[in-house]
């Protein structure tokens, strides 16, 4: 009996696809883990800003190879990890889902980005923010300065018309 052969470059893409599925899932799972962590120890133990970024342009590379079922997936990772983190706000809020923290990314990826400058701003940030968020975990008369006195007035202007609301 004879097996049926499949495409290779089917396969591979497919097996890369599960590659970053269960990168994402131990992601997640880390960040739930977090809520007790700091951002230090988060950060020695899980990839930040270059794997997300790497990891986006495969799933992109992915997406274009005509498969359905990978397309579908590796679009479905894109639209999830676009955003990146944004450290020191999530560490201030709690959360990266609240509405200033995705104010921050959205401004990031539809004005920064666009830029010499914003992009230039945005690598400084992946390289100084996590001490800085860490730092802020251990202090909540901190975190509640920087939130009140820094994040909260800067997504007011952003959501303003200096830039998008998410």
Not at 33 to 40: D, F, I, L, N
Not at 54 to 81: C, Q, S, T, V
Not at 137 to 147: G, H, L, T
Request: glycine share 4%.
């Amino acid at each position: 009996m004879q097996t049926e052969s499949r495409d290779p470059q089917y396969e591979a893409a497919k097996t890369t696809m599960d590659e970053l599925d269960k990168w994402a899932e131990r992601v997640k799972r880390v960040a739930v883990e977090a809520a007790g962590m700091s951002v230090a120890k988060l950060r020695s133990s899980e990839p930040t800003a270059t794997p997300i970024a790497r990891n986006l342009e495969i799933a992109a590379r992915l997406a274009k190879l005509g498969y359905p079922d990978i397309e579908e997936r590796a679009k479905a990772f894109i639209k999830e990890w676009k955003g990146g983190a944004c450290f020191i706000a999530t560490a201030c809020y709690g959360s990266p889902e609240h509405i200033d923290v995705r104010t921050l990314r959205a401004f990031r990826d539809e004005v920064l980005i666009r830029s010499s400058l914003g992009r230039a701003s945005v690598r400084f940030y992946y390289r100084v923010s996590p001490a800085f968020a860490d730092w802020l975990s251990q202090r909540p008369r901190s975190r509640a300065f920087v939130r009140k006195c820094l994040l909260q007035p800067l997504t007011e202007w952003m959501q303003g018309p200096h830039g998008p609301r998410p």
